[in-house]
């Protein structure tokens, strides 16, 4: 008997036992459903963070100061992030485009008239930061290069800023206070959403205003900075961190980093968790095999006479050893495809239902379906049934024809 006549005989008995194959299956449909949904989340997460992070420029590099690696050595003459460092990295660093230092002020209430916001997110900075932060402003503009040499007391703010502050709808033009500080608002920042956090409450001034009429001194708490187009981001931070060794007398006390690295990181964890995810959830794949093998044994035992009376007409062992791999094969591989149509539907519907409700965006969560692991998971069940048909179906192939012949 051939393998397509093996084929049609599988798909026979599976006709004749159909709760039987389906109970039979049930373990590697569970199995493959199981991988190739935590492959989903995986790949869904993935995509949110990429996409998340992309928000803000995922070529952005990150520069702080970090003397922590010293192990008790002294910091010689570089005691602080200073702008200094911002425009050292902009001479020396020549794979750089872009550098701006950022100063975070906190616990810094702002009020206009009797309307006040007790916790905005204030932020000092340079002209730069808005291309290295892709943030636009959806009235009047953002702060200029002679906002920041004239330390004008101008200011950009968030939607929850405007809303709370002028509530009338027209903040450009109005002015806002500080303690110690009156601003005037020149624009309002389009509102960018990050993983549950958003600059709705931010207001940006220039950094030489903080500095030199309202806080004094001249630290800074980091830099970041672009890469030059044609140049990687791990050039860049390579670039950087030459520069200040450079300045710090080869000194450890800087940290360079980039909103890439961020996201590969995450992706490196997610990988990592959903490997061992699929991997435990593959252990039902096992128990599906071994379901596989219960039943064939079960076939074997039904079908001794129909054995028997193949082996007496001719039928070759490797025939009959064909026709039961064959079953067992179908089996899974039925069961995977059933699995696989199983974690493509479920993945089609969480998505759906997170751009209907939109979270943890508004574009919902991308249940990205891979085939390609998909197609691993069919095939590794298919690989699953031969194993476990191997004993069953070499049990079949060496029943003797005189013997199969005389059971009940």
């Not at 993983?195 to 309202?214: L, V």
């Not at 450079?246 to 690295?261: C, F, H, I, L, M």
């Not at 179908?330 to 696989?340: A, P, Q, T, W």
Request: hydrophobic share 45%; aromatic share 6%; proline share 3%.
């Amino acid at each position: 008997m051939g393998f397509f006549e093996s084929f049609r005989v599988a798909l026979d008995m599976l006709r004749l036992h159909k709760l039987r194959a389906f109970l039979t299956m049930l373990g590697v449909i569970i199995g493959v459903a199981s991988v190739s949904m935590i492959i989903e989340v995986k790949n869904g997460f993935t995509h949110f963070l990429t996409d998340e992070i992309k928000k803000l420029g995922s070529d952005t590099i990150i520069v702080f100061f970090n003397p922590s690696e010293l192990k008790g050595e002294g910091l010689g003459s570089v005691g602080k992030m200073t702008m200094d460092d911002v425009s050292f990295i902009r001479d020396r660093a020549t794979k750089v485009e872009l550098a701006s230092g950022i100063l975070l002020i906190q616990g810094r209430p702002v009020k206009r008239n009797d309307n006040e916001l007790k916790d905005p997110r204030v932020i000092a900075t340079d002209q730069n930061q808005a291309q290295l932060s892709l943030v636009a402003t959806v009235q009047g503009r953002h702060m200029t290069l002679e906002d920041v040499r004239s330390m004008s007391n101008v200011c950009l703010i968030g939607n929850e800023v405007a809303a709370k502050l002028f509530p009338e709808g027209e903040p450009l033009g109005g002015v806002v206070n500080f303690s110690g500080l009156t601003l005037e608002v020149v624009g309002v920042m389009d509102r960018v959403d990050i993983m549950g956090q958003s600059n709705g409450k931010d207001i940006w001034m220039p950094i030489s205003t903080a500095q030199k009429k309202w806080l004094g001194g001249d630290a800074i708490s980091y830099v970041t900075c672009r890469p030059k187009p044609g140049y990687t981001v791990q050039q860049g931070m390579d670039n950087v961190w030459e520069a200040l060794m450079a300045k710090s007398g080869n000194k450890p006390v800087y940290r360079v980093d980039s909103r890439e690295s961020i996201v590969n990181v995450f992706g490196t964890i997610l990988g990592v968790a959903g490997a061992v995810l699929a991997g435990i959830a593959a252990l039902s794949l096992l128990v599906g095999g071994i379901g596989i093998m219960n039943i064939m044994l079960v076939s074997v035992t039904e079908r001794t006479r129909e054995i028997g009376l193949r082996k007496a007409v001719g039928a070759h062992r490797s025939a009959i050893l064909v026709q039961f791999l064959v079953e067992s094969a179908f089996l899974s591989i039925v069961g995977g495809l059933i699995g696989m149509a199983i974690a493509w539907l479920v993945g089609q519907g969480v998505t759906a239902v997170t751009i209907a409700t939109k979270f943890p965006t508004k574009n919902g969560l991308n249940m990205a379906f891979d085939p390609a692991t998909a197609l691993f998971a069919v095939s590794f069940s298919a690989l699953i049934g031969v194993i476990f048909g191997i004993y069953p179906a070499a049990r079949a192939s060496q029943l003797s024809p005189i013997e199969a012949l005389r059971s009940e």
